[in-house]
């Protein structure tokens, strides 16, 4: 997985890489950010168990309302006070938030996993 053309995107701090049970993979950090690998093997940890637990909402929600559309859930935004953190199936990003462009990180991540 290509992590440097994530870190490219506007405001990107880190870029990291996780496994299904939320192992971090592998990340890359730009200098200066203050990101910590231990911030990323939590932050990946995290990742793994929004993705369910918005996964279960979707389908209860699609289930219950008999509206349809809201899967496959394709990633998330997880929304910090400064930083956000903008989810795929096995990739995110950490971004400034007064500097991201959040779409543009949700095409990278979509490109970058495969999926378009």
Same mark, same amino acid.
């Given at each position: #997985?290509?992590?440097?053309?994530?870190? /490219? +995107?506007?405001?990107?701090?880190?870029?990291?890489?996780?496994?299904? !049970?939320?192992?971090?993979?592998?990340?890359?950090?730009?200098?200066?950010?203050?990101?910590?690998?231990?911030?990323?093997?939590?932050?990946?940890? !995290?990742?793994?168990? @929004?993705?369910?637990?918005?996964? #279960?909402?979707?389908?209860?929600?699609?289930?219950?309302?008999? +509206?349809?559309?809201? +899967?496959?859930?394709?990633?998330?935004?997880?929304?910090?006070?400064?930083? !956000?953190?903008?989810?795929? &199936? @096995?990739?995110?990003?950490?971004? &400034? @938030? &007064? /500097?991201? /462009?959040?779409?543009?990180?949700?095409?990278?991540? &979509?490109?970058?996993?495969?999926?378009?």
């Amino acid at each position: #997985m290509n992590l440097a053309v994530l870190l /490219d +995107q506007p405001g990107t701090l880190a870029a990291f890489h996780f496994s299904d !049970s939320g192992e971090l993979a592998t990340h890359v950090v730009r200098e200066g950010a203050g990101i910590t690998p231990l911030m990323l093997e939590l932050l990946a940890r !995290s990742c793994v168990a @929004n993705l369910a637990i918005a996964g #279960m909402e979707a389908r209860g929600w699609e289930a219950l309302t008999g +509206q349809a559309g809201f +899967q496959p859930l394709t990633g998330l935004s997880v929304i910090g006070l400064e930083w !956000s953190v903008v989810v795929g &199936r @096995n990739a995110a990003v950490v971004v &400034r @938030n &007064r /500097d991201a /462009d959040y779409e543009a990180a949700f095409a990278v991540l &979509r490109r970058v996993e495969g999926g378009a």
